[in-house]
C-alpha cells in the first residue's frame, strides 16, 4: 500500500499521517463491505450463477480478502505500537511515583513537627515553601529524565538471579552518561538473555 511506503519511522510527522491514513483506510473498507459486498445477489438460479462466474472471472473474492488482510495487519501494528507506548509511559509513571513516594515519605517525616516553624516569620515560611517546592520540582524533573535509567535498576534490583555487584553496576548506570548507562543494561540483560 501507498501509506506503508510514505512511511519514516524516525519522522513524528511521517507517523502521524501513516495512523490517520490507516485507521481511514481501514474506516472505509468496513463501510464498503457492510453496504456494497454481497456474498449473493439473488434468490434466481441464473442471477447467482451468473454473480458467481463475474466474482470467480474478476477474482473479487481473491482481491477482497488480500486488502482486508493488508489493512488487519496495519491495524494490528498500530495497536501493538499503541500498547508499547502506553507500557513505556506506565512505566515511567511508575518509576516517577515510586521516586515520589520517597519524597511524599520525607516531606510526611518534616511534618511531623520535627522543626517548629509556628513561631517563625511569613517569609521565612514562604522561603521555606520555594525551597522545598523547587526541591521536589527538580526531583520529579530528574525522575522523568531518567525514568529509562531508573526503571532498569529498579528491574535489576527485583531480579534475584542478579548480584549484588551487578545491582550496583545498575545503580551507578542511573546516574552515568547515556552511553555508560546503554552498556552497563546491555551487559546486565546478555548473561540471562542467552
Avoid at 510514505?6 to 511521517?14: A, F, G, K, N, Q
Avoid at 491514513?21 to 449473493?40: A, D, G, M, S, V
Avoid at 526541591?135 to 527485583?158: C, H, P, V, Y
Avoid at 547515556?178 to 538473555?193: F, N, V
Wanted: proline residues 1%; glycine residues 4%; charged residues 30%.
Amino acid at each position: 500500500m501507498e501509506a506503508v511506503t510514505d512511511l519514516d519511522v524516525d519522522d513524528t510527522e511521517s507517523v502521524k499521517r501513516f495512523k490517520r491514513r490507516i485507521r481511514q483506510y481501514k474506516e472505509i473498507f468496513l463501510r464498503f463491505t457492510h453496504r456494497y459486498w454481497f456474498q449473493e445477489v439473488s434468490d434466481q438460479t441464473q442471477a447467482r450463477a451468473l454473480y458467481r462466474m463475474c466474482r470467480e472471472g474478476l477474482g473479487t473474492e481473491h482481491l477482497h480478502t488480500e486488502v482486508r488482510r493488508e489493512i488487519q495487519d496495519m491495524s494490528e501494528y498500530l495497536d501493538s505500537d499503541s500498547i508499547r507506548r502506553q507500557s513505556n509511559m506506565v512505566i515511567r509513571l511508575t518509576v516517577v511515583t515510586t521516586v515520589g513516594l520517597i519524597g511524599t515519605i520525607t516531606t510526611g517525616y518534616f511534618g511531623m513537627n520535627l522543626l517548629d516553624e509556628t513561631k517563625s516569620h511569613l517569609v521565612q515560611k514562604i522561603v521555606y515553601f520555594l525551597l522545598a517546592t523547587t526541591a521536589t520540582t527538580a526531583l520529579t524533573g530528574w525522575a522523568i529524565a531518567r525514568s529509562k535509567r531508573l526503571s532498569d535498576f529498579l528491574e535489576a534490583l527485583s531480579d534475584e538471579r542478579l548480584s549484588a555487584r551487578e545491582k550496583l553496576a545498575a545503580f551507578t548506570a542511573v546516574w552515568g552518561r547515556e552511553r555508560g548507562a546503554d552498556r552497563a543494561a546491555r551487559s546486565l540483560l546478555k548473561p540471562h538473555d542467552r
